[in-house]
Structures are given as structure tokens and as C-alpha cells.
């Protein structure tokens, strides 16, 4: 995958000297220092997860677990910032690898926007929550198409509208918008993951030959799904998270590359459609409490946009009922009401994105 392809799917893409949308200062040391401490402030105060407050855990083999089941990710807790300035905090486990899951419906979606456009788009797949869990068998009747593309039929039928010759052409074309996005070379499917998934993929098969019958997904199922786990696969850090949410959150652009991952118009249908529906049936109360577009993932990750300040990456293993990492839902609330990072917050309200 080429640069040149690259930019055939994104069409606005451009060169690697563009700098952030906004080209705001640097923060000072002393502001540096302070956020630093804000961050490990957070970190700390959610450090302690009792068992009880966990629900279950995702493995991609056996599916969900009890806590007790899982010993080897209990503890894990990685915490990442980036703003759109390109400054960079974390505390904890930032660095450990784990597979995006549906943080990758996402850029499922950005890449079939590329590709086939708003209205293209909106054909195949709609905008609207769904109020059901994220692997639901429910469809939007009325318009024969998924509800919306951060659940699993949706997400199936963004996926099977990504161009592409080939199946390899089309997840090189995945892996490529996903690295624009973290500024990071190295992001790849994990095999193993993507072999786990594959062995454990009923529902999300019933879910694609159901939508094939109905019309609402076209040609090869076993092709789409395979897309579909493969980019579920793709391995990344708390650290890649956040500068995914910086690019989201700075219109785009890369704060630390400078390169245009999508379009401006693009990026706004994706964090609406985050917004509204990133956090499955817990979106409404996520749009309530937190405030801001995020999606997230059963192995525990949440990627967080504020937009035009930063992003946010977290990894907590420990779901809720609904399938989102408990301390990811805890910390984001926090820095919602103690931060002031709602959207709807006043300027004055906000104490960590905008202080200087
Ligand atoms: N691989 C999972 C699935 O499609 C991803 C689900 C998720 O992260 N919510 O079933």
C-alpha cells in the first residue's frame, strides 16, 4: 500500500508537511508539569477496581469470562492523553498491546465514507442508535438497513463497502488509514487474535447471511467477515488511542505527523455517529455523563475524542453489562465533571484541554 493509494482512498489527503488545523503553541513546562500530574492524579484515584464492580471479561477464544478467569489482564490499566497540540501524557500500562476490536468500526466507517461518500454511505448502513447490544440481531426495518455502524451489522455492512481487488488489498487499505491515524508504521492484525475470533464467529455470521437474505449486505459473506475480524484484530497500544483521538479531535490531522488521515467533513459524520451510538446501548447515558464521542471495545480499550482539544486512549479489561471497560467508563466521567471536558461544558469548566 502505497502513499499514492493512500490518498485515492482518502481524496483531500495531503502532504506530510501540513501542520495541526488549529497550529496552537506548545504547552509550557510548568502547564506540562501540571497536566502531567492531573494525569497521574486520575490514574491513581482509579487504580483500585474491587472484582465486584466487573461484569465479565472478553477473550477471543472462549468469549466472555468471569474475572476470576482471566488473572493475566486483572490488573491491566493504561491511561493516555494527546492533545491536538501534539503534547503527550500517560500513567500506568500504555505501552501493552490489545486488539482495537469494535474500536475499528470506527475507521470501518471513515474508510467506506472515502470511498463511497456520505449519501453512498447512508444507503447501506444508517445513523441512528439502536438502544440494542452491540451484537443484536435487530435491524432497521423500515430503510432494510443496519441501525447504525458502531454495532456488529452495521459495522459488517461499512466493511463490505471498503474498496479494494482483493481481500489483502482492502485490509493493507485498513491498516493504512489506522496508521495514518495513530502515526504509528508498525500497527498490524494480530493472527492469533484473528484465528480466535474466526473459530468463535457464529453470531456474527448468522448476523451477515441474515442481512445477505434481506438484501442488506452484498457478495461474499465469509470475505466480509473475514475483513471484519481481521481489522477487529488489529493490535494497538492505550498510547496509539489517544493520538487516534488527537487526529479525530484535531479535525484529521495528525498533531504529530502533520498528515491528513480524512477529510474534515468525514471526520464530523464519524464523531457524531460516535457520539451518539460509540458506546452501545450505554451511548445515551455516555452522552449524558461523559459528554464527548468515544467508542470502545471488548478487550477493554475506549478511544476518546475531545473534539478540537485531544484525545483520550484507555485499556481496562474489565467490562460492564454492556460490554465497555468499567474503569474506562469511571475515568472518562471523571474527566468530564472534574475536568470539564463535556461537550457542553463552559470554556471555564475546562481545566485540563485548554488551560495554558
Ligand atoms: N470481535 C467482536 C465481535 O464482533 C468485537 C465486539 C466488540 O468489541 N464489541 O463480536
Redesign the pocket.
Known amino acids: 500500500m502505497t502513499d499514492a493509494d493512500v490518498s485515492r482512498a482518502v481524496p483531500s489527503s495531503r502532504a506530510a508537511t501540513d501542520g495541526p488545523e488549529k497550529g496552537r503553541p506548545a504547552w509550557t513546562p510548568e502547564r506540562r508539569q501540571e497536566a502531567h500530574e492531573q494525569v497521574q492524579d486520575l490514574y491513581r484515584r482509579h487504580l483500585q477496581l474491587p472484582d465486584a464492580d466487573v461484569d465479565r471479561v472478553?477473550d477471543?477464544r472462549r468469549g466472555y469470562v468471569p474475572l476470576a478467569e482471566a488473572p493475566s489482564v486483572r490488573d491491566l490499566f493504561g491511561l493516555s492523553l494527546e492533545t491536538v497540540e501534539g503534547e503527550e501524557l500517560g500513567a500506568g500500562d500504555t505501552d501493552f498491546p490489545f486488539a482495537l476490536?469494535?474500536i475499528s468500526k470506527v475507521f470501518a466507517y471513515a474508510l467506506a465514507l472515502a470511498d463511497h461518500g456520505r449519501e453512498g454511505v447512508l444507503k447501506r448502513v444508517g445513523v441512528e442508535p439502536s438502544g440494542e447490544a452491540?451484537?443484536s440481531l435487530v435491524f432497521d426495518e423500515h430503510n432494510n438497513r443496519p441501525f447504525n455502524p458502531m454495532v456488529?451489522a452495521g459495522a459488517l455492512a461499512a466493511t463490505s463497502l471498503i474498496k479494494g481487488k482483493s481481500s489483502s488489498e482492502k485490509l493493507d487499505r485498513i491498516l493504512s488509514l489506522l496508521r495514518l491515524f495513530a502515526g504509528n508504521e508498525t500497527l498490524t492484525a494480530d493472527e492469533k487474535t484473528f484465528e480466535a475470533?474466526l473459530q468463535s464467529a457464529d453470531?456474527?455470521r448468522a448476523i451477515a447471511y441474515l442481512m445477505r437474505s434481506e438484501g442488506m449486505l452484498d457478495g461474499d459473506v465469509e470475505a466480509t467477515l473475514e475483513l471484519?475480524?481481521h481489522q477487529?484484530s488489529v493490535h494497538v497500544t492505550s498510547r496509539d488511542l489517544a493520538r487516534m483521538g488527537a487526529t479525530l479531535a484535531n479535525g484529521g490531522v495528525n498533531p504529530l505527523t502533520g498528515q491528513r488521515a480524512l477529510p474534515g467533513p468525514m471526520v464530523r459524520d464519524v464523531l457524531t455517529v460516535m457520539y451518539t451510538c460509540g458506546m452501545y446501548d450505554f451511548a445515551g447515558e455516555w452522552a449524558f455523563s461523559v459528554g464527548v464521542p468515544a467508542k470502545?471495545?471488548?478487550?477493554g480499550g475506549v478511544l476518546v475524542v475531545v473534539p478540537g482539544k485531544g484525545g483520550v486512549g484507555l485499556f481496562s479489561p474489565g467490562l460492564d453489562r454492556f460490554?465497555n471497560s468499567v474503569r474506562g467508563t469511571r475515568v472518562c466521567q471523571e474527566l468530564s465533571l472534574r475536568l470539564g471536558a463535556h461537550l457542553f461544558a463552559t470554556p471555564d469548566e475546562d481545566r485540563f484541554f485548554s488551560r495554558t
Open positions: 472478553y477471543a476490536q469494535s452491540f451484537s456488529n475470533e453470531r456474527n471484519y475480524l477487529c470502545s471495545g471488548v478487550s460490554g
